[in-house]
Each structure stands twice: as structure tokens, then as C-alpha cells.
């Protein structure tokens, strides 16, 4: 059996463990990210995210990043409106082009940080199968090539069903009750005009009590669709999601008599629908400091999508990699230091997801989320976008 030893190894190369990587080379730390997908265009990399000041912007100019994230911004994408199920409009807020919560594509936010690491960092089909301690703050990862790897540090930032969270905690993620169901229409303008214009520029929302219907459009005439439901799991078990036609008509019978307009996002969707049901972990979700391993983003906070979950991942790794420089080696007291901060900024963000999606699918939908665009205060003062 071949092993091989990293003094950092973060697993999982998202935004948040990208972030981590691009940071620490920017401190002249270097780091070793491992992978389970094949290459960086195995898969597709998820919607459109706005990227927030305080967080996603400020880990980016950390990275160095500025720049090349304004590149890739989506002119006009923070416009946003609300329709009501027959398709009139309740809401309409155009993008101001003040750029405080610029949109960008997930992939390409991907590629810019995957383009800033050294040849070698990401080291793709790398997945990890068993992670186990030993002792020291040292660790062994086994590969699902039968290969091992050890660590100094070890990093989790392998998302809701990480591999590495067990070393550190006992929490596990719950499905909350909804489900979220991708759909996608391209060349819109020219194929599907009336939904282009339904959706307009940015984003739109049709909310009603337990269901709705989200769309983004995104960069190169697309929109992305969100169909939000509150259902148990038995009723997604019960739809055959390998059997697209089957799936598309089951989901959209659910909004039976919406304007054609809206429907369409479903029906008339140009990929398979892929259904997401939303897990959390338990509120204020913390572990004890245990040597050589910590976690960011998802596999350390997830919660329900509320925007703020890749723009909370990214910035988890940049304050990690800025920790670790600070404290000159000393690994304990930087994942100490970073530890505190996070479990204390973090708290407020669940009370903040669960209260967003409760506007959007709560008893009060849509009027809810129309107060909180509007500036009424809710309790919470963020607006839903996609994780």
C-alpha cells in the first residue's frame, strides 16, 4: 500500500476548500486538496450565486481575486420580482447597478480560484473512503484506490455527508421537509419568450404556502428553476426521477392552473429534473477542539439555502488560511482561533435560513418575502438565493 504525507490536506475542493488553498498560497503555505471527481468538467457546478460584501467579496480579495471575480460578474442579474401564481407582478426591484451582491456562475467562480493554485494542489479522483486518527494530531485518509494518505492538518471541506466531520462530531444532517427540483430552459429569449419575460433580468419568485416555483436567468440566455415543495421523503421516493417525463409531469401537476408562463420552467425543461432535498445540521451545530482536524463551510454549517452558504464556505477558508499564518505554525492555537470566530458568526446565519425559507413556503408567502425586499424587518435581513 502506497502512502503519502501532506503537512495540510483539505478535502474537497469546492469554493470553500479552493478558497482555503488559494489563501494559504497567497501566505506561501502550501496545501494538497483531494478530489473524488475525475477532472474539474466532470460534472456541472450548480446556478448562479450573489457573491456578498462581507464575507464572499472579502475572502476573495484575500485570494487576490478582485480582479478576476468582477470579470465574471452577470450584468443586472440583482434585479429581482415576484409574481403571484396566475403571473401578475406583486414585487418588482430593477438592478440599481450598485454591484453590492454581484451574480456570478458557481463554475466559473470555480474555475478562477482552480487557475490561481499551483499545477498539482487539486488532486483530482482522489476520493476519500475512511479517515481515521493517529494520534499527535495526525491523520490517515484511505483512497478509494486502496492508497493512504496522512496529514498534519486535516480540513473538511467535503460538504453535507463529509467524510471528515465524524472525527470532530456525532451530528448528522436531517432532511427538513423540503425539496428543492432543478430544471433548466435555454436560448429563452428566441424558444420560450413569454417565460423569458415573466422571469425578466434577474430573479424571480412565484410563492404560495408550501410550494413555489424560483428562476433564475443566468449567463448565456438561461434560466435556471428552482420548483420548491414541502413534502415528506416518502413522496420523492415515490417519483421515478430516472424516468424524466414521468417525473416532469408528476412535479409539475403540483401547480396545476399557474399561469402557462410559470409552468413552463417545469414542463418544458431542456435537461431531467434533479430533485435536492434540503438536509441541515442541528442549529449552532459546534464540536471540542480536537487536534489536527477542523471543518468549513457545509461540513461544518449547513443549513437551509438562503445565499449565504458558498459566500460562508469561502470565507470560512480564507479566515482558516489567514489563522494559520498568523499563528507562525503553531496549528492549535490557529484552528482555536478560527474555531471561536467561526461558532460565534455562524450561529445567527440558521435562525436566518430557516426564518428565509419560511417566507418563501410559510403561511404567509409571498407577502413575507415582499416585506422583507421592501426593508420591513423580520427578525432576520437576508433574502433567499441559491447555495
Known amino acids: 500500500m502506497t502512502t503519502d504525507h501532506h503537512p495540510i490536506v483539505i478535502v474537497g475542493a469546492g469554493l470553500g476548500g479552493l478558497t482555503l488553498a488559494r489563501v494559504l498560497h497567497v501566505h506561501g503555505i502550501p496545501s494538497t486538496v483531494l478530489e473524488a471527481d475525475p477532472s474539474a468538467a466532470s ?17 476573495l480579495a484575500d485570494a487576490g481575486l478582485t480582479d478576476a471575480f468582477r470579470a465574471i460578474i452577470h450584468e443586472g442579474a440583482e434585479a429581482l420580482r415576484v409574481l403571484d401564481q396566475s403571473g401578475k407582478l406583486l414585487h418588482d426591484a430593477p438592478d440599481d447597478g450598485m454591484a453590492r451582491r454581484p451574480e456570478v456562475l458557481r463554475g466559473d467562480l470555480r474555475r478562477i480560484l482552480l487557475d490561481s493554485l499551483p499545477d498539482g494542489t487539486v488532486r483530482w479522483g482522489r ?62 429569449d428566441e424558444k420560450h419568450g413569454a417565460t423569458a419575460e415573466a422571469v425578466g433580468v434577474g430573479a424571480m419568485y412565484a410563492l ?15 434560466l435556471h428553476t428552482y420548483v420548491e415543495l414541502n413534502r415528506p421523503a416518502e413522496w420523492f421516493a415515490g417519483i421515478d426521477f430516472t424516468d424524466a417525463a414521468a417525473a416532469t409531469a408528476r412535479v409539475a401537476a403540483e401547480f396545476e392552473g399557474w399561469a402557462p408562463e410559470l409552468t413552463a420552467l417545469i414542463t418544458d425543461g431542456e435537461t431531467a429534473p434533479v430533485a435536492r432535498m434540503i438536509h441541515t445540521l442541528p442549529d449552532g451545530h459546534r464540536w471540542d477542539r480536537v487536534p489536527g482536524v477542523t471543518l468549513l463551510g457545509d461540513a461544518a454549517h449547513l443549513m437551509p439555502p438562503s445565499g449565504d452558504g458558498a459566500n460562508l464556505a469561502m470565507f470560512d477558508g480564507a479566515e482558516l488560511a489567514n489563522a494559520i499564518a498568523a499563528h507562525d505554525g503553531n496549528l492549535e492555537a490557529a484552528l482555536t482561533a478560527y474555531e471561536t470566530a467561526l461558532f460565534a458568526r455562524t450561529e ?20 413575507g418575502l415582499i416585506e422583507l425586499f421592501n426593508g420591513v424587518p423580520q427578525g432576520g435581513n437576508r433574502a433567499q438565493g441559491q447555495d
Not at 43 to 55: K, N, S, V
Not at 208 to 222: F, S
Open 43 to 59: 460534472r456541472t457546478q450548480g446556478g448562479q450565486l450573489d457573491i456578498h460584501e462581507d464575507d464572499g467579496q472579502r475572502a
Open 127 to 188: 476520493k476519500v473512503t475512511h479517515v481515521q486518527s493517529l494520534g499527535d494530531g495526525r491523520h490517515e485518509l484511505t483512497l478509494s484506490d486502496g492508497t493512504t494518505v496522512t496529514s498534519g492538518l486535516l480540513v473538511g471541506a467535503d460538504g453535507a455527508w463529509s467524510k471528515v466531520r465524524p472525527l470532530l462530531s456525532d451530528a448528522t444532517p436531517r432532511y427538513i421537509g423540503t425539496t428543492f427540483i432543478d430544471t433548466y430552459l435555454y436560448d429563452v
Open 208 to 222: 404560495t404556502p408550501g410550494k413555489g416555483i424560483v428562476a433564475h436567468r443566468e449567463a448565456g440566455n438561461v
Open 348 to 367: 445567527v446565519f440558521y435562525a436566518d435560513a430557516h426564518e428565509i425559507l419560511d417566507l418563501c413556503l410559510g403561511d404567509r408567502a409571498p407577502f
